[in-house]
């Protein structure tokens, strides 16, 4: 990812159920409307989900709302959560094919994003699903960790 970007969007329940394996970067296709209302920052990527289909990956329930100045008239049929296009090269999508086929590895959004040159783009990631003893335990470690920063500051 570069280092010099803008974060419009982060899916935070990501981090809560999932454990990281890889992570990757997609063009997301958009009307001209949706990239004003994405650059405006209204968008959320909670509860969006990636799925591959017929070679191509696909951006389900990303909610995108008709930016505020757009006349409804010029796109009468727009629903704030359609199927929205990502781009990537084939090699890229041939890998995660490869790593979802293992079981229990899931295709997560995880934020959006501008880049230096100001181009929206949306990092996916592929997690593996955490049992409820493993979110039980990093949990804990978690606790242990923030306890012991506490204890040395008043030290």
Known sequence: MNKIMKLISKNKIAYRDYQFEKDYEAWIVLLWHEVKAIKMWQVNIKDAIVRIQRWELWLKNMDVPLYKKTNP?????????????????????????ALLDKPGNVLVPVSVYLNKRWLIKLKISIWKLMRKVEKKQTLKEKDIKRQMDKDMRNY
């Open 73 to 97: 008239k010029l796109v009468p049929d727009y629903q704030q959560k359609w199927d929205r296009k990502l781009l990537m090269k084939k090699r890229e999508l041939a890998k995660i094919s």
